[in-house]
């Protein structure tokens, strides 16, 4: 019987379990879990690497006082990395993905290597949180980590170097970056060049089941491990995930935690105009498998309220949330998930209120109401990304697989049935651990491909099935969330305006609240075109890529004269295709 050891790090707790394959069944069995807190230092939310890790030793060491141990892994959420020094030793701590530093970032990445290139060479979605985006945020403060450093490392990875001393970067965890060549897997070294990112920082990238060595003389007497394999299993948690899901051809896998993510499982990357305009990512997976996926804020939006809560003196378990919000009044109130308002830690509660209060909707004030108002605004959004993926891929999915720790939740479950009208299964519940286990028996040679590892899932792991209810007032529901997204000025993706002059665009966008990086402008190579110059500029902006899927668009036909006209558009890729056929006419004009 093969036993191994799996650490699991969530952006809220972690887990060691340790899990036994006999050849036909595997178990799991959670032998410490812990809290992840991250820590603000000189104003720059930070993870406690150091604590986790002792976390994880503290778990290790339980883990072998159940028996030998053959293995062991970690794995952990994406994008963030911790930087060594020559001698080994830490520059800083992991930066928090959602750190402010991160966002600023953005445009100046684009105006190196613009967006559509930068998605057609990684096939990553264009996320601020993407490593990417901090790395060139760190070359543009001239941060002195970057010139200090050796390596770079990915959560797990830095792990991994201190458990056995090995200096890779594995690769699903890799494609998170932004930083892989989607169609080469390996770094993409000359945009990282254009970026003055150095490429010198990068590991050697390995494979899924990788062996990288048996822990240290230190780690083994620390922990009791004597002889235990360190292996590079998919280290991002939600390849982890998809790869414990036993799918179905074209089902659809939703992973869902701190983060949400809905996507397919491919043999190729899927990268070309439509899944750029509908901004899905092509993360790597197991096996060669390709996720091709979308990211959704997750149950991120309960827990913070729970926090806020707690604040408050009201301790609500997350089974007490539950058992409120199917007591509350059903449909009432929506919010988008992906509001960035909803980003960074705080008041979770107010500001869904104050959401609901600018889209002319009820108000949740209690907490059944506010936990009603998350879990349905979640089961419909899954729904409008499920429908955004088959639209892309031409594909009709039989069925939802629901893993990770919203496969507990069965209203959010049920929900998601009903909002989507697909069956949906939930299990494994622990589907993270019972990948990263896999894995590992994939490497030490228990199993031989990937197939068959979902074969022992489905023989361990009875699912929970949710059959969708039919009813009509999810359909009514639906449009009511898709109207609900009420614009401020910093939710607008994008500017498009009356090309006036200089001045002009500047007190438009002061007065506004826009973000000048978000306009794009012609006046420098067309100057004032007159009535023609907004649906130009537009359609010149269209042509470098600037429009995605789901992007809200402020078009500002704002000029000298008395009257304005300005509409909002929530960009779509029917409309980004239809506009495509269009724009010979502003080539034209723009040479």
Not at 292 to 321: F, K
């Amino acid at each position: 019987m093969a036993v191994m050891a799996a650490v699991d790090l969530g952006a809220q707790s972690g887990r060691v379990a340790v899990g036994r394959f006999d050849g036909a069944r595997l178990s799991a069995t959670e032998v410490h879990r812990f809290a992840n807190v991250p820590v603000r230092v000189a104003g720059v939310l930070q993870w406690d690497i150091p604590g986790l890790y002792s976390e994880a030793l503290s778990g290790l060491r339980a883990a072998a006082r159940e028996g030998t141990v053959d293995s062991l892994a970690v794995d952990s959420w994406g994008v963030d990395f911790g930087l060594l020094d020559g001698h080994g030793r830490l520059v800083q701590h992991p930066v928090h993905y959602r750190d402010a530093r991160r966002a600023a970032g953005v445009s100046g990445v684009f105006s190196r290597v613009p967006p559509r290139e930068l998605y057609g060479r990684t096939g990553i979605q264009l996320l601020p949180i993407n490593t990417v985006f901090e790395l060139a945020a760190m070359v543009a403060e001239d941060d002195r980590a970057l010139a200090a450093a050796e390596t770079l490392l990915l959560v797990p990875d830095l792990l991994h170097h201190w458990l056995c001393g090995s200096r890779t970067t594995e690769f699903t965890n890799a494609t998170t970056t932004q930083c892989v060549d989607a169609h080469s897997r390996t770094w993409a070294t000359d945009l990282l060049d254009r970026l003055e990112i150095p490429s010198r920082l990068f590991p050697e990238i390995v494979l899924p089941g990788t062996s990288l060595g048996a822990v240290t003389d230190d780690v083994s007497d620390e922990t009791g491990l004597a002889g235990a394999k360190v292996v590079a299993v998919a280290t991002h948690d939600t390849g982890s995930a998809v790869a414990a899901a036993p799918l179905r051809h074209g089902s659809v896998f939703l992973s869902v935690g701190t983060w949400s993510l809905v996507g397919l499982e491919l043999d190729q990357p899927l990268i070309d105009d439509r899944t750029y305009g509908a901004n899905l990512s092509n993360e790597g997976g197991v096996a060669g498998t390709v996720r091709l996926l979308r990211n959704v804020t997750g149950l991120w939006l309960l827990d913070e309220c729970r926090r806020s809560w707690e604040l408050e003196g009201h301790a609500y378990s997350i089974d007490e949330l539950i058992e409120l919000a199917q007591k509350a009044p059903p449909l009432r109130s929506f919010i988008e998930p992906n509001d960035p308002a909803f980003l960074a830690p705080g008041d979770m509660p107010g500001r869904i209120r104050a959401s609901c209060e600018r889209t002319g909707q009820p108000v949740p004030e209690d907490a059944s109401a506010v936990a009603r108002c998350v879990l349905e605004s979640l089961a419909l959004k899954y729904r409008q990304t499920l429908e955004l993926i088959a639209g892309v891929t031409g594909t009709t999915p039989p069925e939802v697989h629901i893993v990770g720790g919203g496969s507990r939740n069965r209203l959010l479950c049920q929900w998601t049935a009903d909002a989507t009208g697909v069956p949906v299964l939930a299990g494994p519940e622990e589907a993270t651990v019972v990948g990263n286990l896999l894995a590992q028996a994939l490497a030490l040679g228990e199993l031989t491909s990937l197939e068959q590892a979902r074969d022992v899932v489905r023989a361990s792991f009875e699912p929970t099935v949710y059959e969708p209810s039919g009813a009509p007032e999810w359909d009514d529901a639906f449009d009511r969330f898709l109207a609900a997204a009420g614009w401020e000025p910093g939710d607008i993706d994008r500017s498009f305006g009356h090309q006036v002059g200089a001045a002009h665009r500047k007190l438009m966008l002061e007065s506004l609240g826009l973000k000048p990086q978000n306009d794009f402008t012609t006046l420098e190579t067309l100057g004032n075109t007159g009535s023609a110059a907004l649906p130009i500029t537009m359609a010149l902006g269209i042509e470098q890529g600037l429009l995605r899927a789901d992007d809200r668009v402020a078009m500002l036909g704002i000029g000298s004269g008395i009257n304005c006209l300005m509409m909002a558009v929530e960009w779509q890729k029917s409309a980004a295709a239809t506009v495509k056929e269009q724009l010979q006419p502003a080539r034209e004009l723009s040479r």
